[in-house]
Each structure stands twice: as structure tokens, then as C-alpha cells.
């Protein structure tokens, strides 16, 4: 590790990099992959380092999951909005869907409420507002009141919503698409040829 690195782990950077390093070992390996060991090896810093600023495995997987969130958020907001409910929702749960097939260890990892701390405010929030505009677009088009981060309350709709795009990037991810297409590329075929058609088989304009 060079003087300038250590230099900037003395300015805050240490957490960055750990999370970081976290990030591209459950990208290359998945989450099973993980170990604090192999993450403090990547970031350069000793073994004990992971658990003595994140208190252990779960809080860095939950700092990674936080971040995970905050790049789904990135996403979904640059998405166009179009001002018609059924295909701004069928918009939003496309780009779900894609976010998880570009990103299938991390899109495990923010699913696995074993391994992270869903309680965590920070990650309650960063959940809450990387699905916002999804919620919003889900709330319009049945017609019902948008989610709201201090409501803690059931939804059908959104519950409906969100079973759907995610039972989508599932498929995708676990490589089911390959039962539906016989060809090298099943996964990325069905997502631009075919994803479309069944958003809109199940919310209709």
C-alpha cells in the first residue's frame, strides 16, 4: 500500500474503499464469495479493519447494500417520465429489471435480509428513495396514495407492483429466460424483445 493511500485512508477514505472492495468481490464472486478477509486484502488494510469500522460483516454488506440502493435510485430517476401512469410504471419496472441483469451479485445482495441490516435507518432510507419514483408511478396508476417513508403500512398495490418487477429480474438473473428462447444470449434477448410485451400484458395502458 503506497504512502499516498495510506495518506488518504488518514482523511476518511478507509470506509470508501472497503466498500468498495466489497462491491467488486460480490460483483466477481457474489455474495457467497465474501469475506472480510478478502475485502480488507482488496482495499490494502488489515484483516481486523472491516469489522472495527463496520462492526462486522453485516454492516459493511449493509454500507455496500446502501450504495447499491443509491445507484438503483441513480438510475430510476433518469428514466423519462411521460405523464401517462401505465407506461411510466411499465418504465420504471424495465429499468428494475435491466439494473438487476447488469447487477445480479449486488441485486442478490439487497434481497437478502439475512445478510444486512433492513432495519438500519440509512438503509430504510436509501431503499425508500431509490424506489420513489417507482412507488409514485405504481400509486398513479391504481389510482391509490403514493408510499411515504414514515407510513410503515401495507400496499396492496404496491406490494402487487413490486412482486411483479421483481419476480422479473429474478427470472433473469437465475437465467430462466433460457427455458423460453433457444439462444446464447436467452437473458438480454427476452429483456429487449420481450419484456415489453408482458409489462404491458400486465399493466395496460
Known sequence: MSGATRDSYHHGDLKTALIVA???????EGVEGFTLRKAAKSAGVSPGAPS???????????????????????????LPSSGIPAQDLRTQALGYVKFAAINPGLFRLICRVDLIDFKDPAFMQ??????????????????QEPPDVNKRVFRPYMASAMATAHGLAHMVIEGRPALLLDKPDSDSTFIETMLSSVLLTTWPD
Open 22 to 28: 466489497s462491491e467488486e468481490i460480490i460483483r466477481t
Open 52 to 78: 472495527h469500522h463496520f462492526n462486522g460483516t453485516k454492516g459493511l454488506l449493509t454500507a455496500v447494500a446502501i450504495r447499491t440502493f443509491e445507484k438503483l435510485g441513480n438510475e430510476l430517476n433518469t
Open 126 to 143: 436509501a431503499s425508500f428513495d431509490a424506489l420513489n419514483r417507482y412507488g409514485h408511478a405504481a400509486a398513479a396508476y391504481f389510482g
